[in-house]
């Protein structure tokens, strides 16, 4: 092999080689920038692309994906001059890969410092319960303020999240006192709100109980009375002879005399006593015949 062949051989290996180096194949949700001796040349999105050699340099891939940056705790005073520990939690993404790489030197670092000096604005307006209270609120304005102060940098913010606030030692045990005091108020007033209607069900059951003994002696009289007005009118539809009614006198003045009474009244008719004996006689004669003749 003469050295012409292998000057050759060469020379088709370092053009290969300059031809490989010179393909890019960008991977989905990334892209890459292209620059031209120096200057901005182009993007390159997903697919395959051809870099001209010596002249054109592509940058490393840009994930155009939703980051997260979970940033350090924050030192921040609130308005009652209270200094806490905040830390907060930023979602962002890349929307523009020329703005995000030439519009600021280091972009993270960039969101970090913005988003701590915003936190401090917005906690030095509020109170301490105000800022505990309050996160909600925090995030929102921190969101649109740091969206619209990263629009310059080719980053959206989607979401913004304070992921703890700490407040001072010595407040964290007043507050656990407080909350452990309300704790205990609020037992107590369940315990006498139970005992109050434990009381209340009670007195209901003792007058519901009064009503239906009243209710059932008021019935149990009504219905004697009417017990007794059915039976006078059963005696007088029957229309009992004379002996009938004056051995139903003397019944009663049986019961009359065997009583604790120390006065007894004797009807005006006693003088037919031999009368109702006979009648009463004749009754009984009557009814054992009845009983044998059966």
Known sequence: MGPLEIILIVLTAVVFIVIIASI???RQSTAVIVERLGKFRKILDTGIHFVLPFFERASKPISLKERVADFAPQPVITKDNVTMQIDTVVYF???DAKLFTYGVEDPIRAIENLTATTLRNL???LELDGTLTSRDTVNSKMRLILDEATDPWGIKINR???KNILPPKDIQNAM???MRAE???REAI???EGEKRSNILVAEGEKEALILRAEAKKAAVIAEAEGTATAIKMINDANPNAAYLTLQGYEALKSVA???STKLIVPSDIQNVSGLFASLKEVLAKDETDKKSE
């Open 93 to 95: 993404q890349v929307t």
């Open 160 to 162: 913004v999240e304070l």
């Open 176 to 178: 656990e006192k407080q």
């Open 190 to 192: 369940l315990k006498a």
């Open 258 to 260: 065997n009583g604790k």
């Open 183 to 185: 704790r205990e108020r």
């Open 24 to 26: 890019r194949i960008v």
């Open 123 to 125: 906690v030095g307006e």
